[in-house]
C-alpha cells in the first residue's frame, strides 16, 4: 500500500468518524438528555421502544442492501434500480409488520402513520450513503451526515412547538435524503431494472436477514426489557450502554472503508492478514473499553443524574457487552469478503438463539443484571465463532491453492 493511499484512506477515515460524531452528539448530548427531562424515564422508555423497531428494521435493510452493492458490483453489472426497487420492497414490507407487531403498544392512528414514515425515511436514509461509498467521497459523506445533525436540530424545534416528538427524526432523515438527492444519482432511474436484478435481490435479501438478526440482538434490551420488566428499565440500559453503542455505531463507517477497499483488490485476505486485523481489532476494544469505563459513569452523572444511582452496578458488564459486539461487527466484515453471505446468517442467527434463551432464563431470575450477563455471555461466544470461522475458510483455501500448484 503506497503512502499517497494510506493517507486517503486516513483522510477517509476521519470524515467517516467526524460525520457519526456529529451525528451521535447532536443525538446523545442534545436531543435525548433534552427528551429525557422533558418526559421522564417512562415515556423515554416507550419513545425508545419506536426508536429500537427503526434500529432493527431500518440499518438491516438499508445498510444490507448497501454493503450487497459494493460487493455485487465486482461480478455482476448492477444499478440504481436493481436496488431502489428491492429497498422500496423490502422497506414496505419491513415497515408494515413492524408496525403491526407492536401495535398494541401505539396510541392512535396518527402514531402509526408516523411510525410508517419514519421507518421508511430511516430505511431509505442507511442506503442513501452508498453513494458516496461506491466513489470512495467522504468528503461528502461527512456533509450527509452533517445535513442530517442540523435536520435533527430543526427537527427539535418543531418539536418544542407541537409535542411531537416524530418530527425531530423525520426532520432529520427527510434532510440527508435531500441533500443525496441533490449531490448524488443512486436514486435516479429508481424503476429501471437490468438482468442482474434477481441477483442482487436475492443476494440483498440474505445479507439482509444477517443483518435483522445481528440489529435484533443489537436492540433487544429494548424490546426484550420492555416486556419483561418494564419502561424504566429500557431507559436505564439505554443510559448505560449508550457509550459503548456509540463506540459500534462510530466502528461502523470504518468497517465501510474497510469493505470498500477491500472489494476492489484483485485478491483476497490471506491468514496471515487476518491474523494481524483480529489482533488490531483487538487492541482498538481494549482501549475502548478502557474509555467506555470511565466515560460512563461522567456521561450518566452529567446528563441522565436521576438514573445514575440505579445503573452503577452495570457499567462493567455492559460496556465489555458492547465493545465485543463492535469487534465480531468488524470480524463479520472481514470474514465477508471471503466466505458467502450464507455463513454470516449461519452464525447470527445461532448467536440470537443463544441469546434469546439465555435472556429468558437469566432476566426472569435476575432482573437487569441478568440481562446485562446474558447478552454479554452471547457476545463472548459470537467473536469465537466467527474468528474460527475465518481461520477455517483461509485454512481451506490455502490448502485448495497448494493442491492446485
Known amino acids: 500500500m503506497g503512502e499517497t493511499q494510506k493517507?486517503?484512506?486516513?483522510?477517509?477515515?476521519?470524515?467517516?468518524?467526524?460525520?457519526?460524531?456529529?451525528?451521535?452528539?447532536?443525538?446523545?448530548?442534545?436531543i435525548y438528555p433534552l427528551l429525557n427531562r422533558h418526559m421522564g424515564a417512562d415515556q423515554m422508555g416507550g419513545l425508545l421502544y419506536i426508536m429500537g423497531l427503526v434500529s432493527i428494521l431500518c440499518p438491516s435493510i438499508g445498510q444490507s442492501l448497501n454493503t450487497s452493492r459494493l460487493v455485487v458490483r465486482r461480478t455482476f453489472a448492477v444499478t440504481n434500480g436493481d436496488y431502489d426497487r428491492s429497498l422500496l420492497l423490502f422497506g414496505c414490507i419491513g415497515s408494515v409488520i413492524a408496525v403491526l407487531a407492536s401495535i398494541r403498544f401505539m396510541t392512535g392512528g396518527g402514531t402509526i402513520i408516523l411510525t410508517l414514515l419514519l421507518l421508511m425515511l430511516t430505511t431509505f436514509r442507511y442506503y442513501g450513503d452508498v453513494e458516496y461509498r461506491l466513489n470512495l467521497n467522504y468528503r461528502r459523506f461527512f456533509v450527509y451526515y452533517l445535513v442530517m445533525s442540523i435536520g435533527y436540530i430543526a427537527g427539535f424545534g418543531l418539536y418544542w412547538l407541537t409535542d411531537v416528538w416524530f418530527l425531530i427524526f423525520l426532520t432529520g432523515e427527510a434532510a440527508s435524503l435531500i441533500y443525496v438527492s441533490v449531490t448524488g444519482s443512486v436514486f435516479r432511474q429508481f424503476f429501471v431494472k437490468s438482468d442482474s436484478f434477481k441477483v442482487a435481490c436475492s443476494r440483498g435479501f440474505f445479507l439482509m436477514l444477517s443483518y435483522l438478526i445481528t440489529n435484533v440482538t443489537l436492540n433487544m434490551d429494548r424490546v426484550a426489557l420492555k416486556y419483561m420488566i418494564g419502561n424504566v428499565a429500557v431507559t436505564q440500559y439505554y443510559v448505560v450502554s449508550l457509550i459503548g453503542k456509540t463506540m459500534v455505531l462510530l466502528i461502523a463507517p470504518v468497517n465501510t472503508i474497510v469493505i470498500s477497499?477491500?472489494?476492489?483488490?484483485?485478491?483476497?485476505?490471506?491468514?496471515?492478514?487476518?491474523?494481524?486485523?483480529?489482533?488490531?481489532?483487538?487492541?482498538?476494544?481494549?482501549?475502548?473499553?478502557?474509555?467506555?469505563?470511565i466515560a460512563t459513569p461522567v456521561f450518566v452523572k452529567l446528563l441522565y443524574p436521576d438514573l445514575y444511582e440505579a445503573i452503577q452496578g452495570l457499567v462493567t458488564v455492559v460496556n465489555l457487552t458492547q465493545v465485543l459486539g463492535m469487534f465480531s461487527a468488524f470480524l463479520f466484515i472481514l470474514v465477508l469478503t471471503f466466505t458467502d453471505e450464507k455463513w454470516q446468517l449461519i452464525l447470527q442467527a445461532g448467536h440470537l438463539i443463544l441469546m434469546t434463551v439465555l435472556v429468558l432464563w437469566l432476566t426472569a431470575q435476575y432482573g437487569i443484571m441478568g440481562f446485562s450477563c446474558a447478552v454479554l455471555a452471547a457476545n463472548v461466544v459470537r467473536v469465537l465463532a466467527v474468528t474460527a470461522l475465518g481461520l477455517a475458510k483461509l485454512r481451506k483455501r490455502q490448502t485448495k491453492k497448494i493442491e492446485e500448484v
Open 7 to 30: 493517507k486517503q484512506i486516513l483522510g477517509n477515515t476521519v470524515y467517516t468518524m467526524g460525520g457519526m460524531l456529529l451525528m451521535n452528539g447532536v443525538l446523545q448530548l442534545l
Open 261 to 293: 477497499y477491500l472489494t476492489r483488490r484483485e485478491h483476497t485476505l490471506c491468514r496471515k492478514e487476518f491474523a494481524r486485523a483480529v489482533l488490531a481489532g483487538c487492541s482498538v476494544s481494549l482501549v475502548f473499553f478502557f474509555f467506555c469505563q
